[in-house]
């Protein structure tokens, strides 16, 4: 059974940093696309950034790239999101996810319980 257990959310002041992890069991990550979403009070969640160790190969958001970066740890099967720079509009729920299928960057199936970010201006 696939679970993804994200931590590391918390309250920062804008321009601060913050690291968030999501550690995987049932499941080598590094052989599936990994991705972190967010969505943020009376939105839509929305994509933030995914990897896939395969191809080598990284995705952000427009909103992120040049702040955020995506990166794992194969000895821990842990997921990374390295948020530099925040701003208020980066308060959101954090969610991790995965897809079902080796070599694709989704749908994403498994998600996490989320972790909340809260960037104080």
């Known amino acids: 059974q696939v679970q993804l257990v994200e931590f590391g959310g918390g309250l920062v002041q804008a321009g601060g940093s913050l690291r968030l992890s999501c550690a995987a069991s049932?499941?080598?990550?590094?052989?599936?696309?990994m991705a972190w979403f967010r969505q943020a009070p009376g939105k839509e969640r929305e994509f933030v950034a995914a990897?896939?160790?395969?191809?080598?190969?990284?995705r952000y958001a427009d909103s992120v790239k040049g702040r955020f970066t995506i990166s794992g740890d194969n000895a821990k099967n842990t997921v990374y999101l390295q948020m530099k720079s925040l701003k208020s509009e980066d308060t959101a729920v954090y969610y991790c996810a995965s897809p079902e299928t080796v070599g694709t960057w989704g749908p994403y199936t498994y998600w996490g319980q989320g972790t909340q970010v809260i960037v104080s201006s």
């Open positions: 049932g499941r080598t990550f590094s052989s599936y696309a």
């Open positions: 990897k896939r160790w395969d191809l080598g190969l990284t």
